[in-house]
């Protein structure tokens, strides 16, 4: 359904949108059930301290501790991520008007530069479970202390987030425990580094900068002047080298190369993680229409999990030095996945429809229970328009649509079994 998108999931049995592959593996009242029926937990066991996400907890805790078992890139990208929705009665949907998706459920994320999630955690308001040791920190600093907690310390890992959760403290305390990070930093978290001015430096050119280092805790504050002016904050990056972009200058009116910081580009190339991996889940995502919040999240989990599976496939596949174009896309990537999951532990003979002697007990009663699909009759512009009903003799009988006797005569044009008989004329009663 992530692949096919229809208005509605009846629309994948109904007669004019019929959809083969998932109708003829699952009938639609058995979908309808097992949808009505999908829980997590027992709702028996709710008391006060369960929090806002006891209902997906379980969800939630497999596929991070799936996520975390990954072996770590050594760049790092830490930002929000958004789960569509706009179901009520969940207690943690935000709303944010600068989003893309502007209702939704908050997801912090740690990702790698190639999309790979490697850990998050769901927002819940003040009901985040964010250990008190990182209570020191501002509150959107805490959330990236929180998420770098299983990263490999001491190991040459990196994390850039954006000036959301910049501070001078968090960077400071990631150098402290082994992490090196770098990002963008708003002006008013500064704490009066002595930098140049905003105003003196827009008089200067395109490419003008100006930086100032700690000693004691070996920070460095960039300021550039692009086509607005930058803050940047890192422990372990620097304006050496500087290199050169293509820009427009507004004076001479034509494009030049302008002086750029190493920290930008570094920042430009590792920052995009999480982004990449909104994209890459919001190409086939499964969505479902539903009041209950925590099938959004659960069906959002398994996207995260099919998109981390393939990335994982393109990994092993350079690894065995296959050639990098001949590896399936993420689209081909879900229909193996989704055949798989509709073959598992079953036999050849369940499969198919075969013959009803092959199978035995109840599977053989359901076997010639199953309805067969109905040939739909045209809308009446086609059914009375009297142009190319031509009868088609065909050597199976079927059952006429007026009459219901059996008839070999077929209408070329509605593909519908008539009765074309001397005492008993449907074909001409059904197109008049």
């Not at 997801?107 to 190639?114: D, I, K, Y």
């Amino acid at each position: 359904m992530g692949l096919v998108k229809l208005p509605a999931y009846s629309s994948y049995w109904s007669t004019s949108l019929r959809y083969p592959l998932i109708a003829d593996n699952m009938p639609r009242n058995r979908y309808k059930l097992l949808q009505q029926n999908l829980h997590f937990v027992d709702n028996t066991t709710f008391s006060e301290d369960s929090g806002k996400l006891f209902k997906i907890a379980p969800v939630i805790e497999l596929i991070q501790k799936q996520c975390i078992s990954l072996e770590p890139e050594r760049f790092h990208a830490i930002d929000e991520q958004i789960i569509p929705s706009k179901t009520k009665y969940s207690k943690i949907r935000q709303y944010n008007p600068k989003k893309p998706c502007k209702w939704g459920f908050k997801n912090m994320v740690r990702a790698g530069r190639s999309g790979m999630m490697y850990d998050f955690y769901l927002y819940a308001g003040k009901e985040s479970t964010i250990p008190a040791e990182y209570s020191h920190l501002s509150v959107s600093a805490q959330s990236v202390a929180y998420l770098c907690m299983e990263l490999p310390k001491h190991e040459d890992k990196v994390v850039f987030f954006d000036n959301w959760f910049s501070t001078l403290d968090l960077i400071q305390y990631l150098k402290g425990i082994g992490i090196k990070a770098a990002g963008t930093i708003r002006p008013n978290r500064l704490h009066g580094c002595p930098v140049i001015p905003s105003k003196e430096l827009k008089k200067k050119d395109r490419g003008s900068l100006d930086y100032c280092i700690d000693k004691n805790s070996a920070l460095i504050v960039v300021k550039w002047l692009d086509n607005s002016i930058v803050h940047l904050v890192s422990n372990c990056f620097g304006i050496a080298p500087l290199s050169t972009i293509y820009r427009w200058r507004s004076k001479t009116k034509e494009k030049k190369n302008v002086a750029c910081p190493y920290i930008v580009p570094a920042y430009n190339k590792c920052m995009g993680g999480v982004d990449l991996a909104d994209m890459l889940i919001a190409l086939y995502r499964t969505e479902v229409k539903t009041r209950r919040w925590y099938i959004k999240v659960f069906w959002h989990f398994v996207d995260v999990a099919k998109v981390n599976a393939c990335i994982l496939y393109k990994w092993h596949y350079q690894q065995l030095g296959l050639p990098i174009n001949k590896h399936q896309a993420l689209a081909e990537f879900t229909v193996d996945i989704s055949n798989a999951l509709i073959q598992a532990n079953k036999s050849k003979a369940i499969q198919g429809r075969g013959r009803p002697a092959k199978l035995s007990g109840i599977k053989q009663v359901q076997q010639r229970n199953r309805k067969k699909p109905v040939i739909p009759i045209p809308n009446n512009d086609i059914r009375y328009d009297h142009i190319g009903h031509w009868p088609k003799p065909q050597k199976d009988k079927k059952r006429c649509r007026l009459c219901q006797s059996y008839s070999r005569m077929m209408c070329a044009k509605c593909n519908v079994f008539l009765c074309l008989l001397a005492n008993r004329n449907c074909y001409v009663d059904f197109h008049s």
